[in-house]
Structures are given as structure tokens and as C-alpha cells.
């Protein structure tokens, strides 16, 4: 059957967004006198828990502190190290690719709406997509929540969609949803087990978007 809708992750995968946020915990650690381990960062990557999970973390090396005086200073920096990122190579031609084929297209993110609209704005990607579904109304990744309500969303079938994921967890996600997974990890996510994923992309820039329909 031909495929009628790809569901794209945001961060990580249409922007390489993961890296300034894990560059900005490091930060912050550092000033604390600690090292970030990063099997903590990836045990929740790609989940709703990243923030909560980094200030308990946090709190070990020092008691006392304040989350919430702390997150306004995580935040700007974060956003300062994203005002020149733009799109992974190569998703734009995904994305031009699939609206000339006549592919409806959805995001699927456990980040927030706040996060996540006006990133996909500041890109320029937000006029692609028909739906963008994110973890503040939705069960965060890996449950395939997010997955279900986009198919529903797009009025696709489990079976003629296609998921893009750069995290364990949001693979889990989307076969637990039914959908054809391809990952496509970052420089972040690389090293991870992708072994539940239909097919690993280095890049979006492997292989066009056309060939891997045809598969």
C-alpha cells in the first residue's frame, strides 16, 4: 500500500535541538562543581522527564538548590545556543518531497507546544505540517499516545505511515503505535541501540526520500 502520512519527532530529529539542551546541562553541572554522566541524560532522552530527572540529578551534587530560580537561566541559554541552528541537512528535501507526492505530514513530540510550535516557526518548517502533536496534551514518549493521536489526526492507518525518530525511546513509540519506524540518530544519539527500528538512516541525506518509499 502506498504510504499517506510520515510523522516527523522534533528534537533531535527535524532539528538537532538535543545537543544545545545537553551543552546547556553540562553548563550548569559545571558550575555546580559536577560532571553530567551521560547514561542519566540518555536513560530519559526522547521523554517528557529530561528536565525534572537533570534537577534531581542535580540536587545530589547540590542540596539546596532551587529549580524553579534555576530554570529561567537553563532556558536562555538553551535558546541562545538554538538562534543559529537551522534544520538537519536534508529535511527540508524530505519534507518538499512528501508534500509534492501528496503525503500528509504530523510532528510527534513529547516537548511541549511552547517548545515546539514556535521552534518549528522560527525554522521555517511549520507550513509543512498538517498536525503537530506534543507531550503537554498528550502521554509522553516512549507510550505511542503521541503516534495515535497524529494517525488520527491525519486520518491514516497505522500501516501507510512512516515514523522518523532519533531516540530509543520515540521508536519504541511509534511501533508500539504500528508505524513503520526510521531512525535517523544525531550526533547525541548515534551510539544508541536502535535495534527495534525498521531502518537506520545516517542522515537524511543517505538516502532520498523517494528510494525509501520504494523499498
Excluded at 528534537?11 to 562543581?33: I, K, M, P
Excluded at 537553563?74 to 543559529?84: F, G
Excluded at 506534543?134 to 489526526?153: F, Q, R, S
Amino acid at each position: 500500500m502506498p504510504t499517506r502520512a510520515l510523522v516527523f519527532d522534533f528534537d533531535g530529529t527535524l532539528a538537532d535541538t538535543e545537543s544545545a539542551v545537553l551543552q546547556s546541562w553540562q553548563a550548569v553541572f559545571r558550575e555546580y562543581g559536577a560532571e553530567l554522566p551521560l547514561d542519566a541524560w540518555y536513560a530519559v532522552i526522547g521523554t517528557q522527564h529530561t528536565t525534572p530527572a537533570m534537577f534531581a540529578l542535580l540536587a545530589e551534587h547540590a542540596p539546596g538548590i532551587d529549580p524553579e530560580a534555576l530554570r529561567p537561566k537553563t532556558r536562555a541559554h538553551v535558546l541562545r545556543l538554538l538562534e543559529d541552528l537551522g534544520p538537519r541537512e536534508g529535511v527540508r528535501d524530505y519534507l518538499d518531497t512528501a508534500k509534492n507526492l501528496g503525503i500528509r505530514l504530523a510532528v510527534a513530540s513529547s516537548s511541549s507546544g511552547a517548545w515546539v510550535n514556535p521552534h518549528l516557526e522560527r525554522l521555517g518548517l511549520d507550513h509543512y505540517f498538517d498536525a503537530v502533536l506534543t507531550g503537554d496534551l498528550h502521554k509522553a514518549k516512549p507510550d505511542p499516545d503521541l503516534y495515535l493521536a497524529a494517525l488520527a489526526e491525519l486520518g491514516a492507518a497505522a500501516p501507510d505511515a512512516i515514523a522518523f525518530e532519533d531516540t530509543p525511546h520515540g521508536v519504541t513509540a511509534a511501533k508500539a503505535a504500528g508505524l513503520t519506524c526510521v531512525a535517523v540518530p544525531n550526533a547525541i544519539t548515534r551510539n544508541l541501540d536502535f535495534g527495534q527500528a525498521d531502518v537506520v538512516l545516517p542522515s537524511f541525506t543517505a538516502k532520498p526520500l523517494e528510494a525509501l518509499l520504494s523499498r
